[in-house]
């Protein structure tokens, strides 16, 4: 009879066995968009996804309840941007470049402002007015 394993080092486990985590995007899935297929199929791209998810992640680790759901929703809003490319690498390219350019912004909001309120309320006002155009 198997015994119960702890959650952690039955991860520790999967992961040794059938790799890390992929992309942030099941390219295995049925039914993919123009833009999942577009990101699959290029491997920069693919590294782009994954390393904006991860920074997401982590950067979202570091903010009050507020400041989380104001970075959710500009993402959100960045996510209808990006959709809208479909299959144009050059467009979905800019559109990461975009979005790290604005979470090297937060980042330093993070590690350098005395005033981290502030900076984090315009960095969010001044990408959301960025990615309406």
């Known amino acids: 009879m198997w015994k119960a394993i702890p959650a952690g080092l039955a991860l520790l486990l999967g992961v040794a066995l059938f790799g890390a985590p992929a992309a942030s995007l099941d390219c295995t899935a049925r039914n993919l968009s123009q833009w999942q297929l577009a990101i699959c199929q290029d491997a920069q791209l693919?590294?782009?996804?994954?390393?904006?998810?991860?920074?997401?992640?982590?950067?979202?680790?570091?903010?009050?309840?507020?400041?989380?759901?104001?970075?959710?929703?500009?993402?959100?809003?960045?996510?209808?941007?990006?959709?809208?490319?479909?299959?144009?690498?050059?467009?979905?390219?800019?559109?990461?470049?975009?979005?790290?350019?604005?979470?090297?912004?937060?980042?330093?909001?993070?590690?350098?402002?005395?005033?981290?309120?502030?900076?984090?309320?315009n960095t969010l006002s001044v990408e959301r007015e960025a990615v309406r155009r």
């Open 46 to 121: 693919a590294r782009s996804d994954e390393q904006t998810q991860r920074r997401l992640t982590g950067l979202s680790r570091r903010l009050g309840y507020g400041q989380y759901l104001g970075l959710r929703h500009w993402h959100y809003g960045w996510i209808e941007h990006r959709d809208r490319c479909q299959a144009d690498r050059g467009c979905l390219a800019a559109s990461y470049r975009t979005q790290a350019r604005f979470l090297d912004r937060l980042q330093q909001c993070l590690d350098t402002s005395p005033q981290r309120r502030a900076c984090l309320r």
